[in-house]
């Protein structure tokens, strides 16, 4: 672990000297166009009425549409954080270290080079608002990715969509209003800011993921609609998640119009490649094309996404992408589109797309692009796809994979079934064989967040949900029961501890310790901290995540830390009431 940290920041040095010249030169958004990437979370492909969709409007997406390029056939993965990395990389998700959505496992290796660093070293100013999902610790924290300006959350998914606990560049804030609207905010005023100079804006919201919150002004247009067109098992669909999910997609299609026309304002609609996109299929059943699959599957509805590009005067208006493509390829493409040399060492699985975008090349060679989530690996070629059984499909004449043709044609077979092996070997192999501790102090940065998501209970303490992205922790009450987390110290020094928390008043009291390599730090919780649960009332349906609360913040005193690797430890020393506390997080600052 050290030794990836030690090339982090040698790497990370490197592209702050390159991006600082290249600033120095006066490069300015005539020279290279300004990037606006647009990621949605857990929309499906038949979420937009350029597809289709007849329960929906997306006209600002649709207008993108008519004025630039939409791919017809555009694969992303079965789940949120390996699509991050994949266009966050230009590389297949198992090579950056990404295995899993949460506790760790979101997390690329700091070896990894990113689109950001690649257009920062180039002198853009990057920015990124909304939820990020590739770690939160510094540096695998968005500023140590490349992104000068961050606002927005690290985790998986959020529990609460207005007015949350947020951060702005490693610090703590409250946000304001509804999250999408909230970073479309945020992305308006750095546009504005830098609309002098080259930029790099990447706004991947949190919607329509769970919970399924919306303001009401969208919720109220479809919480008694009909709902015309259904998934192709009507029996699975739950109609009031597809009537709040086709809610937010709208919002977030008046969010890209708000965008749109601030460009237009700011006549920097010729100079600006925008580019919109989703990270999965559908999070329900729900209308996409009758393809089979949704999130979480390798079939074609669970990794087939819209890929709009827009570039006035570069890409034609109303064109359509025939040959198929992947996230991977958007990091390559872009810079091709920008004329932003490559950095890094690391081979791309992506290639560049801007032949098919400006100059309408047509032989396009055929290629076999990967699908993977759970060991289950898929391939597609041009026009068929064989899934994680054997089963082959030809999409073109089938593209619900309903008649599975593999006996018919034994050598598509064999030439897909050896880029699966092909991909199991030289990909998958020992991916998921995590050692990273978490960085709890790094020289580069002042602050390190510690949440429960990340950590692992012992004894009685439980999670308040399955899913760790955004819970916290309860039940704690005994003296055997902890936490802890598997940690690197980077930078010796003194550190202000904040803890977040509730506590009830009759449980006042508790003293508890922090250790880790010898140091502690021992203090009590000496104020009550009280609050419900938050969220239900805002749900339009029910949700299957964890409800949240108005923690408190406690200064718990200073910690003296060495560098090394350890074991951070936190447990209670003594217990006078029922429980020690509802354990949501641990702020470090070096001070």
């Known amino acids: 672990m050290r030794g990836d940290m030690m090339i982090l920041m040698l790497l990370t040095a490197a592209a702050n000297s390159v991006s600082s010249l290249a600033a120095d030169g006066s490069a300015t958004s005539a020279d290279h166009p300004n990037v606006i990437v647009f990621l949605s979370d857990d929309q499906g492909w038949g979420d937009l009425s350029l597809n289709g969709n007849q329960n929906l409007h997306t006209p600002n997406i649709d207008r993108m549409a008519a004025e630039g390029a939409q791919f017809d056939r555009f694969f992303v993965c079965p789940v949120c954080s390996p699509t991050r990395a994949e266009f966050l990389t230009g590389r297949y998700h198992p090579r950056?270290?990404?295995?899993?959505?949460?506790?760790?496992?979101?997390?690329?290796?700091?070896?990894?080079t990113t689109i950001a660093d690649t257009?920062?070293?180039?002198?853009?100013?990057?920015?990124?608002?909304?939820k990020w999902h590739n770690g939160m610790q510094y540096p695998y924290h968005p500023n140590?990715?490349?992104?000068?300006?961050?606002?927005?959350?690290?985790?998986?998914?959020?529990?609460?969509?207005?007015?949350?606990?947020?951060?702005?560049?490693?610090?703590?804030?409250?946000?304001?209003?509804?999250?999408?609207?909230?970073?479309?905010?945020?992305?308006?005023?750095?546009?504005?800011?830098?609309?002098?100079?080259?930029?790099?804006?990447?706004?991947?919201?949190?919607?329509?993921?769970?919970?399924?919150?919306?303001?009401?002004?969208?919720?109220d247009?479809?919480?008694?609609?009909?709902?015309?067109?259904?998934?192709?098992?009507?029996?699975?669909?739950?109609?009031?998640?597809?009537?709040a999910a086709l809610a937010m997609c709208e919002n977030i299609d008046w969010n890209v119009g708000r965008v749109l026309n601030l460009l237009d304002e700011l006549q920097l609609t010729e100079d600006t490649i925008v580019v919109y996109f989703n990270d999965n299929g559908p999070n329900s059943s729900r209308w996409n094309g009758d393809m089979k699959g949704r999130k979480g599957s390798t079939d074609e509805g669970g990794v087939r996404s819209p890929l709009i590009m827009r570039w006035p005067g570069k890409i034609r208006p109303s064109t359509t992408i025939r040959p198929i493509a992947g996230v991977i390829d958007l990091l390559p493409t872009l810079a091709d589109l920008a004329d932003v040399p490559?950095?890094?060492?690391?081979?791309?699985?992506?290639?560049?797309?801007?032949?098919?975008?400006?100059?309408?090349?047509?032989?396009?060679p055929d290629r076999i692009i990967l699908s993977h989530w759970r060991n289950?690996?898929?391939?597609?070629?041009?026009?068929?796809?064989?899934?994680?059984?054997?089963?082959?499909?030809?999409?073109?004449?089938?593209?619900?994979?309903?008649?599975?043709?593999?006996?018919?044609?034994?050598?598509?077979?064999?030439?897909?079934?050896?880029?699966?092996?092909?991909?199991?070997?030289?990909?998958?192999r020992g991916y998921d064989d995590d050692q990273r501790p978490f960085v709890i102090a790094h020289p580069d940065y002042p602050v390190a967040q510690i949440p429960a998501r990340d950590a692992i209970s012992h004894g009685n303490i439980r999670r308040s949900n399955k899913f760790p992205n955004c819970s916290y922790f309860t039940n704690w009450i005994s003296t055997d029961d902890k936490l802890t987390w598997q940690a690197a110290v980077q930078q010796e020094g003194d550190y202000e501890v904040?803890?977040?928390?509730?506590?009830?008043?009759?449980?006042?009291?508790?003293?508890?310790?922090?250790?880790?390599?010898?140091?502690?730090?021992?203090?009590?919780?000496?104020?009550?901290?009280?609050?419900?649960?938050?969220?239900?009332?805002?749900?339009?349906?029910a949700r299957s995540e964890s409800y949240v609360k108005d923690f408190g913040r406690l200064k718990l005193g200073s910690i003296h830390l060495k560098p090394g690797e350890g074991e951070l430890k936190l447990q209670a020393l003594s217990i006078p009431g029922e429980q020690v506390m509802d354990f949501r997080l641990l702020m470090l600052r070096r001070k």
């Not at 800011?193 to 991947?204: A, I, R």
């Not at 070629?381 to 994979?401: K, W």
């Open 119 to 130: 257009f920062k070293a180039a002198g853009y100013s990057t920015a990124a608002y909304g």
């Open 342 to 364: 490559l950095i890094g060492d690391g081979p791309l699985d992506g290639k560049s797309l801007a032949p098919l975008l400006t100059d309408g090349q047509e032989d396009w």
């Open 221 to 243: 247009q479809f919480s008694n609609k009909e709902i015309v067109q259904r998934h192709r098992d009507p029996n699975r669909e739950d109609v009031d998640f597809t009537r």
């Open 96 to 112: 950056s270290g990404v295995y899993s959505t949460s506790a760790g496992g979101e997390r690329m290796n700091l070896t990894e």
């Open 144 to 219: 140590g990715r490349g992104f000068d300006d961050y606002y927005g959350f690290c985790s998986g998914h959020w529990g609460h969509y207005y007015n949350p606990l947020l951060e702005h560049n490693g610090e703590l804030t409250r946000g304001e209003g509804f999250l999408i609207d909230d970073f479309t905010n945020h992305a308006i005023e750095f546009i504005r800011n830098h609309s002098g100079q080259p930029f790099f804006v990447y706004l991947p919201y949190n919607t329509p993921h769970s919970p399924m919150q919306v303001p009401d002004c969208w919720w």
């Open 498 to 541: 904040e803890l977040h928390y509730t506590c009830a008043a009759k449980d006042v009291g508790s003293e508890i310790e922090l250790s880790f390599n010898g140091s502690s730090l021992v203090a009590t919780i000496d104020r009550p901290v009280e609050s419900p649960t938050i969220g239900a009332a805002e749900d339009r349906v």
């Open 376 to 428: 289950r690996v898929s391939a597609r070629n041009q026009r068929f796809r064989l899934d994680h059984t054997g089963a082959l499909f030809d999409i073109a004449s089938d593209p619900g994979q309903r008649r599975n043709i593999a006996d018919r044609h034994p050598d598509i077979v064999g030439e897909l079934q050896a880029a699966v092996d092909e991909y199991r070997n030289d990909v998958l």
